[in-house]
Structure formats: C-alpha cells, structure tokens
C-alpha cells in the first residue's frame, strides 16, 4: 500500500467517536439514497485511525499531522530522517487516506469542532509524554486550537504554510469547487480531481505515478471519501476565517508559551506570503522560508524539512 514505508509499523487505532449520533441508522448516498458500505458507517462508538510510526519508542515523539488535502504519505520522506533521533508517528485525519470515513449525518459532520475533539482523543493514544507537533496546511488552525488548551503536553509547535493572514480565510478554487452544490459532490468523486491534480495545483510538484495511486486509491475504492471531502470542503468554507482569527490570537498572546516555527515554501499557489513575516514578528514565531517549496513542502523537499523539524525540536529539548 504504502510501498517506501513497508519497514515502518502500521497501526489501525480505535478511538472513541466525538460525537456520535447514529441514531438515524445506517448510512446512505447523500445523492441517491442507497445503503452506503461497512466503511461508511460508525461502528461500536469509535473511529479507526490509520498512523503510520517510525522511530526508537523511547525516544522524544513529534507527531505529524497532514494538510487539506492529503494523507500521512505526504510524510514519506520526512518519517525515515527523523527516526534515527525521534519516535515519529503520522496519521491520516478521519475522511482522509485510509481512516474511517463516516457519513456525514452519520456519527460525524467533519465540522472544524469535531475535529479539534476527535484529535484530542487521538492524541490520547498516541503520545503519554510531551511532544512535538507538526502541522501542515489548512489544518493548522484546528491544530492551533487542540494545541492552546493543552499547552502542558507540548515542547514545540512548528506550522508549515499555515492559513494565518485575512488573505488565507478563502479557500483556494481548487478546493472550494468540493462545496458547491451538485457539482462539488460530483467532483469529489473525480479521483484525479480530489486527489492528485488537488496536490499538485498548490505548488511545484512533479508527481511520479506510483505516489498519485497511494492518494487516488481510497476514492476509487468508495465513495465515501468523496462524500467526506464534500463535507470537510463545507466546513472549511464556513468556519475557516473563524479558526484563522482564533489562531492568531492565541499566537499573539503572552499567554502561549511554546516555542513556535513557521515553516514556509515561497511557491505556494494557494496562500500568498503577504503579511507572514510581519505576523512571524508580532507573534514572536521564528520563520524558515524554503525558496523552492510549494504549499506541501514535504512532498518535494521531504528531508529538507526533515532536518529543520529535527533541528528546532532539539534545541527545545
């Protein structure tokens, strides 16, 4: 499945679900009203997370959390660097790669609320010790949020071309096409639409064929992942700049006290660096710019991140 990552250890976590309301019975097609399959529904109270870890246990944890939208394979090149010092772990968000799916109406919205509970439960299982977090994308600001009331579980937080200024709040054509009415849920259920051609419209990226398979496989095998990616696209456009301002306050604040880094690729496509160093200053959050990177910076420059996720998080140990 994921062929550059077979030496590392695969995990299917069960967690219990934030919210779960299944009281309406099993799942159906949104369009048609047809039963949806076993991975659209939710199942004894608790979603299955697919992480992927790599790393001594023992060691310090930084875990990775993927953007809008993608997969913990985005991580491919970055997990074997940081295993040689860290316990590295990443994970697919639940509507995304190989997570559960559910419904929505179902057991789960994909409202930006839930995701900040159904983290919360996550990070639970996942890390017993302070950690290290990494958050890449449209997903930072949800991150941000987990992150400002659990400052005590953190030793560093590092942003990679996080939505941080009022020009962020609008999500790129690309991917607010997935909430239009009718013609969002058709397209989400484009696999080359939804997946890869998404990835590669955001920055400089050559993709080889055997990496776009990993991110279109799980919409040419149900629907459901298009129906989710309808959903979150939904959320997104409605509660982003919300989330973005919630963000910057917490960043601004004397009361957030973790050493935080802003990682940025200067050929973004979708977020317009505008206004980021000056923000970076205000909020006291050093700045990395990468010249060559796009809005994914793991993808084509994996190790490079790499070393400067392993460099920050060892000055902060």
């Known amino acids: ?6 030496e590392m250890d695969f995990l299917l976590l069960e967690i219990k679900a934030h919210p779960v309301r299944s009281s309406r019975g099993n799942a159906k097609d949104p369009i048609f009203g047809l039963k949806m ?19 001594n246990s023992s060691n310090p944890r930084i875990i990775l959390i993927h953007g809008f939208p993608s997969q913990a394979y985005s991580f491919r090149k970055v997990l074997p660097v940081l295993s040689e010092d860290y316990h590295a772990v990443a994970f697919d968000w639940l509507g995304f790669g190989f997570s559960d799916k559910p419904q929505p109406k179902y057991g789960f919205d994909y409202t930006l609320d839930e995701y900040v509970s159904a983290l919360e439960s996550l990070v639970e299982k996942l890390a017993v010790d302070k950690f290290s977090l990494v958050v890449q994308g449209y997903f930072a600001p949800i991150v941000m949020k987990y992150a400002s009331h659990h400052q005590e579980k953190l030793r560093n937080l590092i942003l990679v071309n996080p939505p941080m200024t009022d020009k962020h709040a ?7 096409i997935f909430s239009n009415f009718l013609l969002g849920e058709i397209f989400s259920q484009d696999p080359l639409r939804a997946s890869d051609k998404t990835l590669t419209s955001s920055g400089p990226y050559m993709m080889k064929e055997e990496d776009a398979m990993v991110y279109r496989r799980p919409y040419l095998t149900s629907g459901s992942s298009g129906f989710a990616l309808n959903a979150i696209s939904r959320a997104m456009k409605k509660d982003l700049r919300n989330y973005i301002e919630e963000m910057k306050k917490v960043l601004i604040s004397e009361a957030w006290t973790i050493p935080t880094t802003v990682c940025w690729g200067m050929r973004d496509r979708w977020l317009s660096y505008d206004g980021v160093a000056d923000f970076c200053k205000i909020s006291n959050s050093k700045l990395v710019e990468l010249q060559m990177a796009g809005h994914h910076v793991q993808e084509d420059y994996g190790e490079e991140l790499a070393n400067i996720i392993s460099q920050t998080v060892s000055k902060g140990k």
């Open 170 to 176: 609008k999500l790129p054509s690309t991917l607010s």
């Open 37 to 55: 399959g076993a991975e659209s529904q939710s199942s004894d109270d608790v979603f299955r997370w697919f992480c992927v870890e790599a790393g």
């Open 1 to 6: 499945m994921l062929l550059c990552l077979l």
